[in-house]
């Protein structure tokens, strides 16, 4: 099992930045992708961005070149969303999710609203 938690969401105004936290515990060994995605009032559920073993990355294009995902290389468990010239497309509930062994793990969630 894996858990996965959340944190840094947040009301910004368009043009401001926030920095997303996840924090995973549990059989966090072997997990081989990690993604952030988001859900808008009325969507459905999107792929933000991903990072995979070998630190490859994958990212919408309405985000790239605003937004980073990264893993913290000493704190094995901890994911992060740099979020730059955020927008107020952006807003959304931002999740993030792990993969191990084809087995999918989700945290609750965290609300970023951005005002225009």
């Known amino acids: 099992q894996v858990q996965l938690v959340e944190s840094g969401g947040g009301l910004v105004q368009a043009g401001g930045s926030l920095r997303l936290s996840c924090a995973a515990s549990?059989?966090?060994?072997?997990?081989?992708?990690w993604g952030w995605y988001r859900q808008a009032p009325g969507k459905q559920r999107e792929l933000v961005a991903a990072v995979i073993s070998g630190g490859r990355t994958n990212y919408v294009d309405d985000v790239k070149g605003r937004f980073t995902i990264s893993r913290d290389n000493n704190a094995k468990n901890m994911v992060y969303l740099q979020m730059n010239s955020l927008k107020p497309e952006d807003t959304a509930v931002y999740y993030c999710?792990?993969?191990?062994?084809?087995?999918?793990?989700w945290g609750e969630g965290t609300l970023v609203t951005v005002s225009s």
């Open positions: 999710n792990a993969d191990r062994y084809g087995v999918v793990y």
């Open positions: 549990g059989d966090i060994f072997s997990i081989g992708a």
